[in-house]
């Protein structure tokens, strides 16, 4: 159960932030009014598009990196809380919308700049950074009591960012080699070494008030592979290949026999006695390539496909009997939530944990491994329900059916896997820049992996 002792040790002081009203129910929407008709293409790139414009319109004014959250009811709503993870995730959209024609490069070569300057003087903690930021001067804002120091796991998602960021600007005009540069400093002053507390192991959070008080160690199939990949490809502050087999894959024990509906889980999902949240089969591969990927524990690409066909079949059995899950309405993931008392809550929706409530980046982000059944979410969003389920940055983060609901709000962690992943389906662009780098390569390898789609 330690995850999910970690997601709700994190889960209070969100909720009290950013659930501070008494009810979040739907006024009644007018959703009469016939909604456009898209080819695959346009709405692929329409929704593309709108989730960018979460890290680009409402970006923080001064950092430009991305706000933990967006309330279209209350945008005033702690503004000034950045997020690593999310701007990780955001980096990497800002590419993608230069690829698609969103914004040009040298506009975003602008935005990222500033972003990664501040990132350079915001605070650090023997290289990693928090998991929130003051947008407007880097310094740390508790996540938690004892939690005001470094996230590994959120600094983890925000390097893999700042890796296709180095990449993709490697070769090009002197500012943006000057950009290219900087990213590949931020990355290497990561001390993931440090976080190992001189175990074979790696931890989640320290605190120069409170060390290792938290204790959290990362062992167990969830989000966090990225970490260890990050950790053993590291030039300058590397752990050994030891740490990943013996506590995360938990000396092999790691590997699971079990199936459900008929589809085999490959690895057990720490804590969760099914199959964990979809943004497990996300947040690691925004940038690490699954396809063909494989150790001595999983093939990673039907790892991830399998776990969203059992999601996808686990919504289609509705054993709940929610109103409006079918195949064209699926996808349980980490999201703002509708509490039994009509509140806004947040949670980590999954097989186990079901609360009647869909969360459009669970779909729209499994693009690659559900192509078909995601596209079929995708034109329910917007040919059925755009007046009810899109907003300023695109779908709204969570909604259901069954009680009417639907939250006007946006969280960075769940538009920031949309734009990126779609792509990901469509080009592999981003699993091809974040691929090519050598570090990566030499960690993976040093792992144990190999890559039929990349040639090690």
């Keep these: 159960m330690k995850m999910f002792f970690q997601l709700f040790y994190l889960l209070?002081?969100?909720?009290?932030?950013?659930?501070?009203?008494?009810?979040?129910?739907?006024?009644?929407?007018d959703d009469t009014t016939p909604n456009p008709t898209y080819t695959d293409q346009q709405l692929l790139n329409k929704v593309q598009q709108d989730a960018f414009k979460?890290?680009?319109?409402?970006?923080?004014?001064?950092?430009?990196?991305?706000?933990?959250?967006?309330?279209?009811?209350?945008?005033?709503?702690?503004?000034?809380?950045?997020?690593?993870?999310?701007?990780?995730?955001?980096?990497?959209?800002?590419?993608v919308?230069?690829?698609?024609?969103?914004?040009?490069?040298?506009?975003?070569?602008?935005?990222?700049?500033?972003?990664?300057?501040?990132?350079?003087?915001?605070?650090?903690?023997?290289?990693?950074?928090?998991?929130?930021?003051?947008?407007?001067?880097g310094d740390v804002i508790p996540f938690g009591t004892v939690d005001n120091g470094g996230?590994?796991?959120?600094?983890?998602?925000?390097?893999?960012?700042?890796?296709?960021v180095r990449e993709y600007f490697k070769n090009g005009t002197a500012e943006e080699q000057a950009l290219a540069q900087k990213a590949d400093y931020l990355w290497k002053g990561v001390?993931?070494?440090?976080?190992?507390?001189?175990?074979?192991?790696?931890?989640?959070?320290?605190?120069?008030?409170?060390?290792?008080?938290?204790?959290f160690k990362l062992e167990g199939y969830n989000e966090c592979l990225i970490t260890y990949v990050m950790a053993a490809s590291s030039p300058t502050h590397p752990?050994?290949?030891?740490?990943?087999?013996?506590?995360?894959?938990?000396?092999?024990?790691?590997?699971?026999?079990?199936?459900?509906?008929n589809i085999p889980k490959i690895l057990n999902h720490n804590g969760t006695g099914s199959v964990g949240p979809l943004?497990?089969?996300?947040?690691?591969?925004?940038?690490?390539?699954?396809?063909g990927l494989s150790d001595q524990y999983a093939n990673y690409w039907t790892l991830n496909q399998n776990h969203t066909k059992i999601n996808y079949q686990?919504?289609?059995?509705?054993?709940?009997?929610?109103?409006?899950?079918?195949?064209?309405?699926?996808?349980?993931?980490?999201?703002?939530?509708?509490?039994?008392?009509?509140?806004?809550?947040?949670?980590?929706?999954?097989?186990?944990?079901?609360?009647?409530?869909?969360?459009?980046?669970?779909?729209?982000?499994?693009?690659?491994?559900?192509p078909v059944e995601s596209m079929k979410f995708l034109r329910f969003l917007y040919e059925e329900r755009a007046n009810k389920y899109i907003g300023v940055a695109g779908p709204y983060d969570a909604f259901s059916e069954h009680h009417n609901w639907v939250t006007p709000r946006y969280l960075a962690i769940d538009q920031g896997t949309i734009a990126t992943m779609i792509e990901n389906h469509r080009t592999g662009f981003l699993w091809n820049l974040f691929m090519q780098a050598p570090e990566v390569r030499s960690g993976l390898i040093s792992l144990g992996f190999s890559s039929t789609q990349h040639g090690f």
């Design 12 to 29: 209070p002081i969100f909720v009290l932030n950013a659930c501070t009203d008494k009810t979040d129910e739907a006024a009644p929407i």
């Design 54 to 95: 979460y890290f680009w319109n409402y970006a923080h004014p001064v950092s430009k990196l991305a706000r933990e959250r967006y309330h279209t009811d209350d945008p005033s709503n702690d503004a000034n809380i950045v997020t690593t993870g999310g701007s990780g995730f955001g980096l990497m959209t800002i590419i």
């Design 97 to 137: 919308g230069i690829e698609r024609g969103f914004v040009t490069k040298a506009e975003a070569v602008s935005r990222l700049t500033t972003a990664l300057n501040f990132l350079e003087n915001a605070d650090r903690f023997h290289g990693a950074w928090p998991h929130w930021m003051n947008g407007t001067n």
């Design 151 to 164: 996230d590994l796991v959120e600094t983890s998602f925000l390097c893999q960012g700042l890796i296709c």
């Design 191 to 215: 001390e993931w070494s440090w976080y190992t507390k001189g175990e074979n192991a790696l931890y989640w959070h320290w605190s120069p008030n409170f060390g290792w008080q938290i204790n």
């Design 239 to 261: 752990i050994t290949s030891a740490a990943y087999h013996q506590a995360w894959a938990r000396n092999g024990s790691i590997v699971s026999p079990a199936s459900l509906y």
């Design 279 to 291: 943004f497990w089969a996300h947040y690691s591969y925004l940038g690490l390539d699954p396809r």
């Design 314 to 370: 686990y919504c289609l059995a509705n054993p709940y009997g929610w109103t409006g899950y079918s195949d064209k309405c699926w996808g349980l993931t980490a999201s703002y939530t509708r509490n039994n008392n009509g509140s806004t809550g947040y949670s980590a929706h999954q097989n186990n944990n079901d609360r009647g409530v869909i969360s459009p980046t669970a779909a729209l982000s499994s693009f690659p491994y559900t």
